[in-house]
Structure formats: C-alpha cells, structure tokens
C-alpha cells in the first residue's frame, strides 16, 4: 500500500470516514472457523459460533475487538512483581515503601518501582538520592516514573552504575544540586546507564510477564496489540509461549531500535502464531512530565530548557533507512512540537525513496499548527493514547501555558484534515482499558471539567481509532476491525453502550475463539 497516496487529500474523506455499521443498531454475527460468516440486524445482540448460539446479556454490544496500538505488553506483568507508586502522594511514601521493600530483600540486593509523579509533591526537599539512603544504605534502589522517562535511584544506585558527577549528557541529564551533586534523578538516557547495571530479567521472568499482560488485554476486550521497543532478549521466550498457545492475543512487535537491536530479526517474520515482528521504534525526545519533551519554545515553568533531542532528525534518517529497505515501518516517539517537527523533518527526507513505507508518530501530544499538514503530505500516521490528555492536563498546563495547550492532544486538529488517529494506551503508564480511552477521546474529562473539549472527536470516530483505523499501523494492513463477512473473527462483547461508565467486557474472541 501506498500510504503517501492512501492519506492524500483526495482519497482522506472517503476512505476515513466512519462505519455506521459500528454502533447504531444491535447486530446478529454469525462466526464461522476464524472468520465472520454474517451480519445482519436484530432486536437484540446475538453471536452464533460455528452454528452454536451463545447467550449474552440483554444489553450486549458486539464490537470488533479493541486494538492497543501502543503499548509495552510486557509491562504489567513485570510492574505487578515492583513497588507500585502510583498514586504517592509524597516523596516521603516513596520512600516508606521502599523502606519496607528492603526489608524484605538481601543485602546488595536491587529493590524496583514504578509508577511516582511529583506532580503537587509539598516535600520536593525529600525527592532526592540522600533520602533513599535512609532506608537503603546497602541495597541499590531504582524507582521509575509514571512515564518511564526518569529514575530516582540511591547513592549504592549511582555507585552501581559508575556515576560520580553529573549534567547534561547526550540524549538526557543526571540532575545535580547546588553543590553540583548528582541528585539521584535521571531523565531519558540516563535511565539507561542506571539500567545497564541492573541485573538481567531471566527468560522464565520475561515469560511469566508476557503472560500476565496476555491474560489483563482479554479482561479489557484487547484482542490485538501493538508491542513497542521490544528487546531481542525478550523475543525467545515470547516465541515459546506463542508455540505454547498462551499468546492468545495478536502481537505485532517493533523492535527496540536502539544499538540496532532490531537486526535479531533482520526482516519482518512471524516467529509464531500470534506473534510477529513489523516494525522499528526509535525516540525524537521525552516526556512532559519530566521535561523531556522537546519544545520549540521553553516550558513555561521552567524557562532555562526546552527539553532533550534524544535524537537528531539526521540519526532518525539515517537509521531508518537499513530497517526500511527490510520491509520494517517505523514508529517515532515524539511528544513535545519540537519532537514533532524534528520527527517530521526526517521523514521528509525518507519518504521520497520509501514511497509505501510504513512512518508512524507515537504519541503526537504537541503538534504545533504549521506541522498538522504535513502529517497528510507525508502520508504519516498519528498514533495517540487518549487517557494521557486527561492524567495530564493539569501537569501539562504547568509545562505549557495557556496557549500551547490549545493545541496539545490535538485530536481535533489531526481528524480536521481527515487524518485517521490510531488509539492506544501506553499501558502500563496507563490502564489498558480501551472504554477508558473511548471516553477521554469523547470528552477529556478531568477532575476540574472538561479539558479543552474543542479537540474532542466523534464517538463513532473514536470507535474506529480502536478498531478499523487500527489495521494502518502495521505494513501489511489485515481484513479486520469491522463487523463484515469475510472479516477476521476478533470480536469483544459488552454489556451495554462502550460509553457509558459502568460498563464491561462480557466476552473477547479472538479468530473465533473465545479467550475470555
């Protein structure tokens, strides 16, 4: 597929506009094998499985079943087995609870969490390396935002990794006090010097891992997923649950492109049932909430940065073309309007030689309005996660200003131009549930109201940011995300409107099956 010509003006109104088939009537599917054999309307929703009818709830909705386009499938399973600091409203509870973590370990031992943000923090004065020491004089201690993007670590943590002073280094910072100290808060690339002395997840962990995030996509109605910055270390043993039959879900992998990881798999291969390799993930920049975004113009509460270029347009260009000319898309991170435009600039430079080449954009949260075009003359697909607007709105008010965030989670903006938008969530930093993103696409409500509900978009439209939008996001586009004959059987069952809180995943069938 020519994706330059698929998004071209011309064909845009037409190709994305939105199936009614999708939400306006109950609907009778019948299921034959792994494909659907027929739909017709009927008083009541009803699924038939190879001539075998199977009750459902009164209220039932059959939709075609939801698909994750961004997301880490390994990461709930693996945060399950971490302190969980979500929703610590202090640095001192971080540390209580990593207090109590090291009690229970040896000494010497690595401690983990996930999940802190600073955000309304009134004890920033404890938010640093020397009060980790308190409770963890021996054992090194990692504890990772909400968004991945930073890590606050001990001095054994700093020690661990060969760390002494601290600054800017390429790609991200080691923050340092007054006394030029280091701080024990890394952003970006320093999170992986920290992770490059921790020691290495054990096959039989990376399995287990797999399998959780398998089985929590089911309770959601997630039938397909796209696996971001996948290591080469994690494919064998995600190969043999697939073999296994425990992959139950679709996996499409990119490859983590860092260090050229991706050439463990020099071509897009299905190394299993369920499982195959179709793209490459590299980052332009950031995230907000640690001042990693690249903008074009400082934050607004903090005037001495406008972020970290983990990448250069020129490294994005040259490291995409090797993975490109192997038949791999290219998924770019990019956050901030100035991630964005540099993210822009490279593929301008590839598509005129990859002409049908798969170019996505992760995340597109801040897209100044000089760049919306160029998503559509650049045949680029926007992926965005849409309960990243309403846990940030506030936060992002902070770090932008009134009249960025105008334009920030620019969903509006992007479908103005007739642009598909493929959803997702970014679990684990956000829950998977796709009904919570149905929502946060159709109203951005947050805990003041809803944030800048001029860039909300159409129900039906966010439906198919989750389904039928969502087969763009891979090279090979499949015959799936509608409720049609001839169709993939990768269907989820509700007990009433997807809009409506309260309601819940009854049923996910995946190629006919059910799995949940």
């Not at 606050?152 to 080691?174: F, H, M, Y």
């Amino acid at each position: 597929m020519n994706l330059r010509t698929f998004l071209s003006p011309s064909t845009m109104e037409g190709m994305f506009s939105v199936p009614t088939l999708l939400v306006n009537f109950p609907m009778i599917v019948s299921i034959e094998n792994t494909c659907i054999a027929s739909v017709a309307q009927s008083e009541f929703a009803r699924l038939i499985l190879d001539g075998v009818e199977v009750p459902l709830p009164k209220r039932a909705q059959i939709l075609p079943g939801f698909v994750d386009t961004h997301c880490h499938l390994i990461g709930p399973g693996m945060m399950a087995e971490r302190i969980d600091l979500r929703g610590s409203r202090s640095a001192e509870e971080c540390v209580r609870l990593t207090g109590e973590e090291v009690r229970k370990r040896t000494s010497g031992e690595w401690v983990i969490g996930f999940g802190w943000n600073q955000e309304g923090w009134n004890d920033l004065q404890n938010f640093n390396r020397f009060a980790l020491d308190r409770v963890a004089p021996q054992n090194p201690v990692a504890l990772y935002r909400i968004d991945t993007h930073a890590v606050w670590v001990n001095s054994a943590g700093l020690k661990a990794a060969g760390l002494e002073g601290g600054g800017k280094i390429e790609g991200g910072e080691i923050l340092i006090n007054e006394r030029g100290e280091p701080t024990g808060i890394l952003i970006d690339s320093g999170v992986k010097l920290i992770e490059g002395s921790m020691p290495e997840s054990t096959p039989e962990q990376i399995a287990r891992w797999y399998r959780y995030g398998v089985e929590e996509c089911l309770r959601y109605g997630i039938t397909e997923v796209h696996d971001m910055t996948v290591h080469p270390d994690w494919l064998e043993p995600m190969t043999r649950i697939a073999e296994s039959g425990d992959m139950k879900i679709r996996c499409q992998v990119f490859l983590d492109g860092v260090e050229e990881r991706w050439k463990a798999v020099a071509k897009p291969t299905t190394l299993a049932p369920n499982l195959q390799t179709v793209g490459v993930k590299f980052f332009s920049d950031g995230a907000l909430g640690s001042r990693g975004a690249l903008l074009l113009e400082p934050y607004s509460d903090a005037p001495e940065t406008v972020g970290v270029e983990v990448m250069s347009a020129e490294e994005i260009v040259e490291r995409s073309r090797e993975p490109l000319a192997a038949g791999y898309g290219i998924a770019t991170h990019a956050i901030g309007d100035g991630g964005n435009r540099l993210v822009l600039d490279a593929y301008a430079k590839l598509r005129p030689n990859y002409s049908d080449a798969l170019l996505r954009i992760e995340h597109a949260q801040i897209v100044h309005p000089d760049d919306l075009s160029r998503f559509v003359a650049l045949g680029v697909i926007p992926t965005v996660q849409p309960t990243h607007c309403t846990s940030d709105a506030k936060m992002a008010e902070a770090r932008l200003g009134e009249e960025r965030c105008t334009y920030a989670y620019g969903w509006k903006n992007l479908r103005n131009l007739g642009l598909p938008l493929l959803g997702g969530s970014d679990f684990p930093i956000e829950s998977p549930d796709p009904l919570l993103g149905l929502r946060a696409f159709t109203v951005r409500q947050t805990e003041s109201g809803a944030w800048h509900p001029e860039q909300t978009i159409l129900r039906e439209e966010a439906l198919c940011a989750y389904t039928e939008w969502a087969t763009l996001g891979i090279p090979t586009t499949p015959n799936r995300g509608r409720l049609q004959p001839g169709c993939d059987a990768d269907l989820v069952v509700l007990d009433g409107d997807p809009f409506e809180e309260g309601t819940r995943v009854v049923m996910t069938v995946v190629k006919g099956r059910i799995q949940k």
